[in-house]
């Protein structure tokens, strides 16, 4: 396995097909370092390409899921700095990965730690997680989708409110206004948050995959063209044999023995 200095990973669940990724910088409450977020790119890779792998988690720990991108490391950054060397842009390969990844929020999740967890595809938080964009505090805005994607996943009102005041929320307002998809208490989140994953893994994962292309359509299209691209993903199915057996096993009365084809 390879070996990573700001993160930890590890395989778990009952079947031993849930990718658990731990960001590991404590003393510096998991801020984001370019370090980190090349070893978190390559763990979700490894565990995207890995056939043993249902569902990926990212976690942090008690005191905080990520306290945003590392303000030392970028503070005599220039315009032109990161221009020419792309600051930011590795965060994107979580999101380019095919099966579902989970954030477990446990503490802070701010700034680049907000918007890591809204690169996820399901957030479910710990009753101390405190969200927030503080970005504006610092002299800067959100960099990493946080002006974006706040305001698809939670609407206009409440995405500026965030990202103007820069006030941090809590984990029962996370979940009103649609962010986070359940609270739990904090020894608690970790383990629902794996059940999450292995309930999905008791799926095709091939289904799994094009169900998550077509919800992720939803942000990138208009409604006509996502539609479209929901129908033929949705005939597509009708193409593999997990489709078939899906059906056949329903019928049947009995449990569906997917083969990922
Ligand atoms: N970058 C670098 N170091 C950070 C950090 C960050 N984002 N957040 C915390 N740390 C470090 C602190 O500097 C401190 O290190 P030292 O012990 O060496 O001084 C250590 O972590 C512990 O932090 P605090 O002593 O501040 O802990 P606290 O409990 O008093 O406060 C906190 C916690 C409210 C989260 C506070 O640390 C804080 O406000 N952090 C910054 C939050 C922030 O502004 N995030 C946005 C960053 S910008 C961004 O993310 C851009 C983007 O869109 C991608």
Same mark, same amino acid.
């Given at each position: 396995a390879p070996q990573y200095e700001n993160i930890k990973i590890e395989v778990v669940g009952e079947k031993k097909n849930v990718g658990l990724i731990q960001l590991h910088r404590p003393k510096a409450l998991n801020a984001l370092c370019k370090p980190l977020f090349k070893e978190l790119g390559k763990a979700v890779k490894d565990f995207d390409a890995d056939k043993a792998i249902a569902a990926i988690i990212i976690t942090g720990n008690e005191k905080a899921f990520a306290a945003g991108a590392d303000i030392k490391e970028m503070q005599?950054?220039? %315009? =032109? =700095?990161?221009?020419?060397?792309?600051?930011? +842009?590795?965060?994107?390969?979580? =999101?380019?990965?095919?099966?579902?990844?989970?954030?477990?929020?446990?503490? !802070? *999740?701010?700034?680049?730690g907000c918007e890591? *967890?809204?690169?996820?595809?399901?957030? %479910? *938080?710990?009753?101390?997680?405190? &969200?927030? +964009?503080?970005?504006?505090?610092?002299?800067?805005?959100?960099?990493?989708?946080?002006? +974006?994607?706040?305001?698809? %996943?939670?609407?206009?009102?409440? *995405?500026?409110?965030?990202?103007?005041?820069?006030? &941090? &929320?809590?984990? +029962?307002? #996370?979940e009103k206004m649609g962010l986070v998809s359940k609270? !739990?208490?904090?020894?608690?989140?970790?383990?629902?948050?794996?059940?999450?994953?292995?309930?999905?893994?008791?799926? =095709?994962?091939?289904?799994?995959?094009? #169900?998550k292309q077509s919800v992720n359509q939803a942000y990138e299209t208009t409604l006509k063209t996502g539609l479209q691209f929901e129908k033929s993903l949705f005939y597509g199915t009708f193409a593999t044999g997990d489709r078939q057996e899906g059906m056949n096993a329903f019928i049947e009365k009995r449990t569906p023995a997917f083969k990922n084809d």
């Amino acid at each position: 396995a390879p070996q990573y200095e700001n993160i930890k990973i590890e395989v778990v669940g009952e079947k031993k097909n849930v990718g658990l990724i731990q960001l590991h910088r404590p003393k510096a409450l998991n801020a984001l370092c370019k370090p980190l977020f090349k070893e978190l790119g390559k763990a979700v890779k490894d565990f995207d390409a890995d056939k043993a792998i249902a569902a990926i988690i990212i976690t942090g720990n008690e005191k905080a899921f990520a306290a945003g991108a590392d303000i030392k490391e970028m503070q005599n950054n220039t %315009y =032109s =700095s990161n221009t020419r060397d792309g600051f930011l +842009q590795e965060w994107e390969d979580v =999101s380019n990965c095919g099966k579902p990844v989970i954030a477990a929020v446990n503490g !802070f *999740a701010l700034g680049g730690g907000c918007e890591l *967890a809204m690169l996820c595809d399901i957030i %479910y *938080a710990g009753e101390n997680a405190k &969200f927030g +964009q503080p970005e504006i505090n610092i002299g800067t805005i959100p960099g990493a989708g946080g002006t +974006q994607r706040l305001p698809r %996943y939670v609407g206009k009102s409440k *995405a500026m409110e965030i990202v103007l005041t820069g006030n &941090f &929320f809590g984990a +029962q307002e #996370a979940e009103k206004m649609g962010l986070v998809s359940k609270v !739990f208490p904090v020894d608690k989140l970790l383990e629902e948050t794996i059940k999450l994953a292995e309930r999905i893994g008791t799926h =095709s994962p091939l289904i799994v995959k094009m #169900a998550k292309q077509s919800v992720n359509q939803a942000y990138e299209t208009t409604l006509k063209t996502g539609l479209q691209f929901e129908k033929s993903l949705f005939y597509g199915t009708f193409a593999t044999g997990d489709r078939q057996e899906g059906m056949n096993a329903f019928i049947e009365k009995r449990t569906p023995a997917f083969k990922n084809d």
